[in-house]
């Protein structure tokens, strides 16, 4: 028998499906708040202006590239804020950016920067330039004291010529340094001179102290050498310096870069000398829709017993097309085999009208023409296949999955909507083997899921519950709803839930009490079995009919 990406073929020939890039439609995607602005010290990098901000000489760059509907990204978001913000007295040295990989005009950047999961962090030095084998430097970890420190080495190493500030100077001084020929290295543009002992110390106190443009500081590597400066070499290890070569009095509570930093600023203050303005603190974040239209729709939903909405299903079909697999380099494979049966499986339960199905069964022929594709490859097709045809995708709009607040639900929700909508319709058509729609999505977990989190959690569900041992269409029904309602219960209170759309077991009593047993709040699997092939049923699919004027108000520029 043959395996694919350690699964039977015959089980593994489907593989994802969901994405979006808009590259020939613009998706509303400003309509969107980011999940970080400038207020929080992190500019929000998209396509190629961010390439040209690379190449900025004298700064370093520190850039998250994320995806909005990864669970994991929006709950990193505190930590990285309160980070960037720490970090803004470093803006002389650092810029601090965030690429939103699940936004149409970040798709090129992050397949070209080789983006596989979110959230990744990576360092760029001044004056980078993109190459087949430069991308820039990842900082394994999400703890900020650690992406702190790693920082702090790549600034130290980072070349500061071209910028229009003091450049500045991470070498020890040398043994024949006088304290004229420290002040020139600063273009005699400091009033004092910061000695500092140890190196890894006077690493960090060299960026700590750029809020404050009259001190100019300089390591010392052996304490011996605090005698050039007339100073006592005995257990010495800072001394600020004014013109003159004096001493200046400063008492440092302790041994470390905050504390030697706080101890020269209380210096400056009692002196009149200025500082740079600190970073103003960031309002919380508004956790409602500024939309009243989506408010409308937040409250339809929750007030309605369907779960089966026709934006949902296109959304999730958008974004897999224009997005994440052009997201992704090069497909070929084990890949290439999952991506060209998931848009046959797309394509035999069309949902995207007459000139969807046309666009499906041309992207089908393409396929299976060639052995192999790239993601800038797919795209160019589907874009060209699309300008030949009426649009296929209607309002761009989530319903059943829009969130209530922003950033959370949509994307991912209407992936689980899809999955359940394919099992139940293959159930029905029994065209397929059992477990051809789960597979498939085992494979979308595996290749083109942008979420590191998410998509290890399923792959490691799947195979602890035995994906691949499914044999019929009802087990597969019934397999994935276990597998939703054990994510559900994981992520239940977690950061990244939506308010008003808590993760609980589904269905609840209140939609199908013949689900639940009579005694206790254990599931009926026979009942719930005809409640997820009634409510996922094509017949019960509901065409949300939304305002014209809110039609109007979402309609993007082509």
Known sequence: MVWHFGLPYYT????????????LMQRCDEDVKPLYSEVDNVLVGLGDSLERSLAEPAMGKLVQFMNTYCGNCRRFAPTF???????????????????????????????????????????????????????????????????????????????????????????????????QEVYAQFDNKVSYILLVHPVEIGMETILNMLPYPDVGVRIIKDAEMFANFGLKPCKQKLALLNRSGRVQPIRPKGESSSAYVNSVAAFLERNGHPSMPTWPIAPAPENNLSDEYDAIIVDYVLHSR????????????????????????????????????????????????????RMLNSLVKHLFEVDEITGEEFRDVVDDLQTRLDPIFTDEQYVGC???????????????????????????AKTYPPSSVT?????????????????????????????????????????????????????????????RFPKVQFPERKHCPECYSEDSDEFDRDEVLKYMKRVYDLEYLSIYDLPDHHKKAKKCTQ
Request: with cysteine; charged share 25%.
């Open 439 to 499: 597979i498939g999505l085992y494979g979308l977990a595996k290749y083109f899921y942008g979420c590191q989190d998410g998509a290890k959690h399923f792959m490691k569900l799947a195979k602890r519950r035995m994906i691949a041992q499914v044999t019929s269409h009802d087990e597969e029904i019934l397999w994935l709803w276990e597998i939703h309602n054990e994510v559900n219960e994981k992520l239940a209170g977690d950061a990244s839930e939506d308010p």
């Open 81 to 179: 804020k309160k980070m960037a913000v720490d970090l803004q007295k470093w803006n002389r040295a650092l810029r601090i950016y965030a690429v939103d990989c699940a936004l149409w005009e970040n798709v090129k950047l992050c397949r070209d920067f080789r983006i596989r999961f979110t959230p990744t962090i990576r360092y760029f030095p001044s004056k980078f330039q993109r190459s087949r084998h430069e991308t820039g430097t990842d900082i394994e970890t999400q703890n900020p004291t650690e992406i702190v420190e790693q920082l702090i080495e790549n600034l130290s190493e980072n070349d500061y010529s071209g910028g229009s500030g003091i450049k500045l100077n991470f070498d020890p001084i040398e043994p024949d340094d006088e304290l």
């Open 306 to 357: 369907k779960v089966l909405f026709q934006d949902d299903l296109e959304q999730a079909i958008q974004q897999l097309l224009h997005v994440e697999i052009p997201k992704t380099p090069f497909i070929s494979g084990y890949k290439f085999k999952a991506l060209r049966h998931i848009i046959r499986l797309l394509r035999r339960f069309n949902v995207l009208g007459r000139d969807g199905r």
């Open 12 to 23: 593994c020939i489907i593989l994802t499906l969901f994405m979006q890039e808009g590259h």
């Open 402 to 428: 829009l969130g209530s607040t922003p950033h959370t639900r949509r994307y991912s929700c209407s992936l689980w909507t899809l999955f359940h909508y394919l099992t139940v319709l293959a159930a029905q």
